[in-house]
Nanobody, 130 residues
Framework: QLQLVESGGGLVRPGGSLRLSCAAS????????IGWFRQAPGQEREGVSS????????NYANFVKGRFTISRANAGNTVYLQMNNLKPEDTAVYYC???????????????????????WGQGTQVTVSP
């Protein structure tokens, strides 16, 4: 069974940090670009960050630039989202998604077009509160 599994969410105070992980089960991420998305209650899903297959090209939403960093493990089947200086408005369920295809070797997939992604995880809750 092909799955993406997110982990690392939790409760953190404003200004704190969390590192989310996105792990693949049943397939290799070697040919997949990865995107992180989030959805807060009552709001639409929004793109947070994405990275190309090779790992050298990234994309960030304006609201996380300078605070979040996406990276791929040098070996293994995991992609990370390091989140620093967290704010209450970052509270949401965070999802990772995988996009297959040679298109994504040199460029990251979109943060606005979910149809570019082939697999989605179940999400991990991030809550930022005093």
């Amino acid at each position: 069974q092909l799955q993406l599994v997110e982990s690392g969410g939790g409760l953190v105070r404003p200004g704190g940090s969390l590192r989310l992980s996105c792990a693949a089960s049943g397939f290799s991420l070697d040919h997949y670009a990865i995107g992180w998305f989030r959805q807060a209650p009552g709001q639409e899903r929004e793109g947070v960050s994405s990275v190309n297959i090779r790992g050298g090209s990234t994309n960030y939403a304006n609201f996380v630039k300078g605070r979040f960093t996406i990276s791929r493990a040098n070996a293994g089947n995991t992609v990370y989202l390091q989140m620093n200086n967290l704010k209450p408005e970052d509270t949401a369920v965070y999802y990772c998604a995988a996009a297959y295809g040679s298109t994504w070797y040199y460029q990251p997939p979109s943060l606005t077009d979910g149809s570019e992604y082939d697999y989605w995880g179940q999400g991990t809750q991030v809550t930022v509160s005093p």
